[in-house]
C-alpha cells in the first residue's frame, strides 16, 4: 500500500508541476487519466486488503473511496461535455482539481490510512 501512495503522490506532484508550467494540453489529460487509474487500482487493492484481515472500520473507509470517485467522476463528466463541445477544460479547474485530490489523497492517507495501518499492526499484519 506505501508503494501505490509513493506512485500517486509522484503522479500527483507530476500533474501540478505540468500544470504549474502552463504544460501540454495532452500531457495534463494523461497524466490526470493515469492518476485517477492509479487510484481506482488502489483502493480496489485496499479494500480486497481490508477485508481479508477484517478491518472493522471497513464500511466507513470504502464510503470514504467512493465518494471521492464520485466527485472526481463528476469533474470527468463535465469535462467530457466540455470536449465534446469543442471546449478545454480552463487550467485553473485542473489545477483546482489537482490541488483537491492532493489535499484528500495525503490527509485520507493521514487519516483513514493510517488507522488501518495500525490495526494492521495490532494484528501482525505486514
Known amino acids: 500500500m506505501d508503494k501505490q501512495h509513493d506512485g500517486l503522490l509522484t503522479t500527483l506532484n507530476r500533474l501540478h508541476e505540468t500544470l504549474m508550467s502552463h504544460g501540454d494540453q495532452a ?3 494523461k497524466t490526470l487519466s ?3 487509474d492509479q487510484t481506482r487500482v488502489h483502493f480496489h487493492d485496499e479494500e480486497a486488503f481490508m477485508r481479508a484481515h ?3 472500520d471497513y464500511q466507513d473507509h470504502k ?3 467512493e465518494v471521492l ?3 472526481v467522476e463528476g469533474v470527468l463528466e463535465t469535462q467530457q461535455v466540455i470536449e465534446s463541445h469543442h471546449l478545454q477544460q480552463s487550467w485553473t479547474e485542473k489545477l483546482d ?3 483537491f485530490l ?3 489523497l495525503i490527509s485520507h492517507i493521514v487519516d483513514a490510512d493510517k488507522k488501518l495501518g495500525l490495526f494492521l499492526q495490532s494484528k501482525n499484519v505486514e
Open 34 to 36: 493515469h492518476l485517477i
Open 63 to 65: 464510503e470514504l473511496h
Open 69 to 71: 470517485l464520485r466527485q
Open 102 to 104: 492532493r489535499e484528500w
Open 97 to 99: 482539481l489537482a490541488d
Open 27 to 29: 500531457l495534463i489529460d
Open 54 to 56: 477484517n478491518y472493522p
